[in-house]
């Protein structure tokens, strides 16, 4: 079965830098939730969509941003990057907000 | 402030044992209680999930003890074998928005 592809798997840059992180949900899924990871953390909620409208926004920080496209696939874009953004981010989606959402393995960010 | 305490922070059992992990909430209106499994470089996987009108749901070697009036929830793996270790996390949501997690457990089953 399908599952949440996340691209890129890593992704290494400097301080002050920008990253663009991607995420194509599930086929048929149209909302999309996103994740923070760091060292040995518990996942913490930075921002969701529904139909691509923002629908839900968490400890985002103003220097990220994200959006859902017209394809459901989803884009966190993230600028003047600091080393505390090195974490694992994930995204995750399903059918409608409810409660059965699947993860996606994630994106590794290492801010040098 | 972490809205989900989850304990202990890390378990070692042997293989064959009961593995359990405690998680305690504080927001009422929360109504979905699920339990995720982690592997180091992978994203959680929903393990087994309770509702709060049930007392107790059971998945092969899992099952999900759930306590509302003391606002507590728990994961007991039965028969724990070695490649039950991982990190698991309960989590909480309400109306299926975003997900609260707790700490963490890590969980190491020795052969």
């Known amino acids: 079965a399908a599952g949440v592809i996340q691209s890129p798997r890593h992704l290494i840059k400097e301080k002050r830098e920008t990253a663009t992180l991607k995420c194509y949900p599930i086929?048929?899924?149209?909302?999309v939730y996103w994740y923070q990871q760091g060292p040995g953390q518990d996942p913490q909620f930075l921002i969701s969509?529904?139909?691509?409208?923002?629908?839900d926004k968490g400890s985002i920080p103003d220097r990220f941003s994200a959006q859902q496209f017209s394809d459901y696939h989803s884009e966190l874009n993230m600028s003047s990057l600091e080393l505390g953004d090195s974490a694992l981010y994930f995204c995750?989606?399903?059918?409608?907000?409810?409660?059965?959402?699947?993860f996606g393995s994630g994106t590794r960010l290492t801010v040098v | 402030q972490q809205q989900v305490k989850q304990s202990p922070q890390s378990l070692i059992v042997q293989k064959g044992g009961i593995s359990i992990i405690n998680c305690a909430y504080e927001?009422?209106?929360?109504?979905?209680f699920p339990w995720y499994q982690q592997f180091p470089g992978k994203g959680p996987a929903l393990l087994i999930a309770?509702?709060?009108?049930?007392s107790e749901k059971k998945e092969g070697r899992f099952t999900i003890s759930f306590n509302k009036s003391a606002k507590q929830f728990s994961l007991h793996i039965m028969d724990s074998q070695p490649g039950d270790s991982a990190t698991y996390f309960c989590?909480?949501?309400?109306?299926?928005?975003?997900?609260?997690f707790g700490e963490g457990t890590q969980l190491t089953v020795n052969p």
């Open positions: 995750a989606s399903s059918f409608g907000p409810n409660y059965g959402y699947t």
């Open positions: 086929p048929r899924h149209d909302t």
């Open positions: 969509f529904y139909e691509k409208m923002q629908s």
């Open positions: 927001n009422t209106a929360f109504d979905y």
């Open positions: 309770i509702r709060p009108d049930v």
């Open positions: 989590a909480a949501t309400r109306s299926g928005s975003r997900l609260t």
